[in-house]
């Protein structure tokens, strides 16, 4: 089964816990803490596997999850850091996060690798909180959670070449004609229902990668029939190869078809509509192929149009060399280099590190800043609760929340739990 999109959540693994310990052996007095620090959660890293060609494996991954960073221990034992989670996908994957519509990454390379998920640093040990003034810390660090994220997965096939036209005009025939390629050739509409990929070789040693792209229909740039399929995967492509029913075999209009193609290509992508692409007249064996093809090229004066026919093989010797001279020209001008995807725009906005509302008597505390903290605070320990109290006055929560009118006693809830606001 071919996959080529789905949507799956990750969470990348929480940090291990600091420790909180004293050193005592005899003999030693006043050992003073040696609580190790905790290990660094396992990230979660997408890398591409040139032997896969579909998402499929991915299908079944709901949630891919991550391991925790190993507790931190006594006598300054630090913890194990948690082996990372490693997905592999084929080239070609495109990952977004569907919280902000911000590419992750575009994976294009063998062994290509990106970090999707990062996982949270460990907790510092009570030794970590030494100072000059406080020999003796009785406070550690839970460790940072790991991200979490929803994720669209793309796959985009990666080809030289893409086989495009409305269904059945012979795209998958001329694919196992001039490849080795045995796609799927029937007389009914969508047959292809996903790409087929074939290696070109011709006679002077040189190769392509090309592709039989689904067929489009009318609407495809809105989704309809296998409308977003196809031109995702076209995008992925150095030429358009147009095939086009010179033969009018189910009474199409050639002249109106290549419109109609153009038309959803142009509504799709400005980038796709300015690929350099080559009009394939097939079926010129058919009775009115020849009158269709002296229209077509009396229409379409400035296009190329190179007329074959799989009955009689005509013709594809000339499409194989012109496509590998064309391909020849593109690698020479590195402004026609293979598209990828836009990488990671880091926006650094001037974000408070939290908010206030209130839901009834009660105030929320919100805000990615607060909510770390928060659940990185070992609430058991007196120290680390001052520490908090003192954290969020730093933060100007205090100050906030009287001037929006809170009174001592109120109630505040920061993410499930509620404090009761005080001195």
């Known amino acids: 089964m071919f996959v080529d999109e789905l949507t799956i959540k990750v969470v990348a693994g929480k940090g291990g816990d600091g420790c909180t310990s004293f050193r005592r052996e005899k003999y030693v007095a006043m050992g003073g803490p040696d609580g190790g620090n ?3 959660g396992a990230n979660i890293v997408f890398k591409v596997d040139k032997g896969l060609k579909t998402l499929i494996d991915l299908r079944y991954m709901k949630i891919i999850k991550a391991d925790k960073g190993e507790n931190g221990k006594g006598s300054n034992r630090q913890g194990a850091n948690a082996s990372d989670v490693v997905i592999k996908v084929p080239e070609g994957t495109v990952i977004t996060d569907k919280d902000t519509n911000m590419v992750i990454a575009d994976l294009v390379g063998d062994n290509k690798e990106a970090v999707v998920a990062r996982g949270g640093r460990g907790g510092r040990g009570n030794a970590a909180f030494k100072t000059h003034s406080d020999n003796a810390p009785r406070i550690s660090e839970l460790g940072e959670p790991g991200e979490e994220k929803i994720l669209k997965v793309e796959l985009k096939v990666i080809a030289d070449v893409g086989l495009i036209g409305f269904p059945s005009v012979g795209k998958s025939t001329i694919l196992a004609t001039i490849s080795a390629a045995r796609p799927k050739v029937a007389s009914y509409h969508f047959t292809t229902l996903a790409p087929n990929l074939g290696v070109v070789k011709l006679k002077d040693s040189r190769s392509f990668i090309m592709a039989d792209l689904p067929g489009l229909i009318e ?6 029939g296998l409308g977003h399929k196809f031109l995702r995967h076209a995008m992925r492509t150095k030429i358009l190869v147009h095939v086009i029913d010179m033969g009018s075999e189910e009474g199409r209009d050639p002249i109106q078809d290549y419109l109609s193609i153009r038309e959803e290509i142009e509504q799709y992508s400005d980038k796709l ?4 692409e080559l009009i394939v007249a097939n ?3 058919l009775p009115e192929a020849l009158d269709n093809l002296e229209k077509f090229r009396e229409k379409f004066k400035d296009k190329e149009v190179i007329p074959v026919s799989s009955v009689t093989n005509e013709g594809f010797d000339t499409l194989m060399e012109r496509c590998a001279n ?3 020209e593109l690698s020479n001008d590195l402004d026609n280099e293979n598209e990828l995807e836009s990488h990671v725009v880091y926006k650094f906005k001037d974000e408070k590190p939290f908010t206030i509302t209130k839901d009834g008597d009660i105030w929320i505390l919100e805000g990615k800043e607060l909510e770390k903290l928060f659940k990185m605070t070992r609430f058991s320990e007196d120290e680390a609760v001052v520490r908090f109290a003192r954290k969020l006055k730093g933060m100007g929560v205090e100050e906030e929340l009287e001037r ?6 109120d109630l505040v809830q920061i993410c499930d739990y509620m404090f009761e606001f005080k001195e």
């Not at 609407?219 to 309809?224: E, P, Q, R």
């Not at 509509?273 to 350099?276: F, G, S």
């Open 273 to 276: 509509a300015k690929k350099k």
């Open 38 to 40: 905790g290990g660094h």
């Open 283 to 285: 079926k010129m064996d």
């Open 326 to 328: 064309i391909l020849e």
């Open 219 to 224: 609407g495809a740039h809105t989704g309809l």
């Open 404 to 409: 929006m009118g809170a009174k001592r006693g």
